[in-house]
T-cell receptor, first 121, second 110 residues
Framework: GAVVSQHPSWVICKSGTSVKIECRSL??????MFWYRQFPKQSLMLMAT?????????EQGVEKDKFLINHASLTLSTLTVTSAHPEDSSFYIC?????????????????FGPGTRLTVT | RKEVEQDPGPFNVPEGATVAFNCTYS??????FFWYRQDCRKEPKLLMS???SGNEDGRFTAQLNRASQYISLLIRDSKLSDSATYLC???????????FGSGTQLTVLP
């Protein structure tokens, strides 16, 4: 499978500060990356779709001014949680979409980074 | 109704058993289907893409029934290392956004 890295793997910050999370596709180019959030014992919830060279598309209920996304290159997307609060504490996971053409047709597979565990105190 | 529904389990099976997971999806326009596995406090890892004719990868077999909007995953000769949460995943739209089921928890017992 393809490799996606995410940094940092965990972070503890104080309420009111900002945290930047990086997501990199290491062995393929990804025009589209996705940011998810997962609370304990719940499934992944899509926060936003990040497109290289254009503005991110946010899901309903996700504040774009609070969760800033930048996708400056085909291998890097960043998520900045601004003015973090304790309720923002969660597991943030990025994924990068790899597009392939195979005999069965086009495949659009998402590969996930290892996640960032954010704790806001 | 949820977009992707799975039986949450848990499924507790002995080593060597065969176990099957089912999943239904609500959007008939969905085009791509996947099974991911997620270990506790880890990211999801792609297990299989599901092709329309069904496909097999070693001990794992995936089936798709578009008419019934139903996907299945069969695991044969289960191993202790198969213990994880299995996520049924469906593409949502032309942007290839994914919708995740809530997952089915599997524990393989020695």
């Amino acid at each position: 499978g393809a490799v996606v890295s995410q940094h940092p793997s965990w972070v503890i910050c104080k309420s009111g500060t900002s945290v930047k999370i990086e997501c990199r596709s290491l062995d393929f180019q990804a025009t589209t990356m996705f940011w998810y959030r997962q609370f304990p014992k719940q499934s992944l919830m899509l926060m936003a779709t990040s497109n290289e060279g254009s503005k991110a598309t946010y899901e309903q209920g996700v504040e774009k001014d609070k969760f800033l996304i930048n996708h400056a290159s085909l291998t890097l997307s960043t998520l900045t949680v601004t003015s973090a609060h304790p309720e923002d504490s969660s597991f943030y996971i990025c994924s990068a979409r790899r597009d392939r053409v195979q005999a069965v047709g086009e495949l659009y597979e998402q590969y996930f980074g290892p996640g960032t565990r954010l704790t806001v105190t | 109704r949820k977009e992707v529904e799975q039986d949450p389990g848990p499924f507790n099976v002995p080593e060597g058993a065969t176990v099957a997971f089912n999943c239904t999806y609500s959007n008939s326009a969905s085009q791509s289907f996947f099974w991911y596995r997620q270990d506790c406090r880890k990211e999801p890892k792609l297990l299989m893409s599901v092709y329309s004719s069904g496909n097999e990868d070693g001990r794992f077999t995936a089936q798709l029934n578009r008419a019934s909007q139903y996907i299945s995953l069969l695991i044969r000769d289960s191993k202790l290392s198969d213990s994880a949460t299995y996520l049924c995943v469906v593409n949502r739209n032309s942007a290839r956004q994914l919708t995740f089921g809530s997952g089915t928890q599997l524990t393989v017992l020695p």
